[in-house]
């Protein structure tokens, strides 16, 4: 079974610049996560995803973070405009249920870097 | 909302010995505590995890405690190994309806040879 692919790895950018990154869950699992791993600390839950809609964000600063799941399937989080303290590890999670914790998988993250 | 505190946040220790995480978490509501390994560049990996109906669970060299009446967990390395050297996560959640997991801070483990 494929994991959870996210992309890119890297990313370097400005503050105040966009920046995106894009999930793909495996295959039938309705339930998607984005969480922020700041350095040093565990993951963070900025967004809950079940099928194409949102079941909680309210970890997520919409000021400058949107997020979105269209078709229930990919995902996308952006950051706009970023700030220096949004430099972390984003990881993509997904699982087959919402409340499935059992089977959560996580992605590889994006490792930001706002300079 | 749920909180979980992890420590320690580094350990060190001699290959071959015994390595202790604690947790403690706030929520009595909780019923579900896994425990993650996350390598250098890699996300998180589900290594054991334990249900509040159970006191202990056991996987080769690597054990978990639970104690709901204190509210805590620990995970328990055995027979340590270079190769267990990593960041290591506990959390807490309630399994089931929308619910997430909630994390610690993480325990780097450094094994060394």
């Known amino acids: 079974e494929a994991g959870v692919a996210q992309s890119p790895r890297y990313k370097i950018i400005e503050k105040r610049q966009s920046v995106a990154f894009w999930c793909n869950p495996i295959s039938g699992h309705a339930t998607l996560y984005w969480y922020q791993q700041i350095l040093g600390q565990g993951p963070k839950l900025l967004i809950q995803f079940q099928n194409n809609g949102v079941v909680d964000d309210s970890q997520l600063p919409k000021d400058r973070f949107s997020a979105e799941r269209l078709k229930g399937v990919d995902s996308t989080l952006k950051i706009q405009p970023a700030k220096l303290e949004d430099s972390a590890v984003y990881l993509c999670?997904?699982?087959?249920?919402?409340?499935?914790?059992?089977?959560?998988?996580f992605g590889s993250g994006t490792r930001l870097t706002v300079v | 909302g749920e909180n979980v505190e992890q420590h320690p946040s580094t350990l060190s220790v001699q290959e071959g010995d015994s390595a202790v995480i604690k947790c403690t978490y706030s929520?009595?509501?909780?019923?579900?505590f896994p425990w993650y390994k996350q390598e250098l560049g890699k996300g998180p990996q589900l290594i054991i995890d334990?249900?509040?109906?159970?006191g202990e669970k056991k996987d080769q060299r690597i054990a978990v405690t639970l104690n709901k009446t204190a509210k805590h967990f620990s995970l328990h390395i055995t027979e340590t190994q270079p190769e267990d050297s990593a960041v290591y996560f506990c959390?807490?959640?309630?399994?089931?309806?929308?619910?997430?997991?909630?994390f610690g801070k993480g325990t780097m483990l450094l094994v060394s040879p």
């Open positions: 999670a997904s699982s087959l249920d919402p409340g499935d914790s059992y089977g959560y998988t």
């Open positions: 959390a807490a959640t309630l399994n089931s309806g929308y619910s997430t997991l909630t």
């Open positions: 334990i249900r509040s109906n159970v």
């Open positions: 929520d009595s509501a909780s019923n579900y």
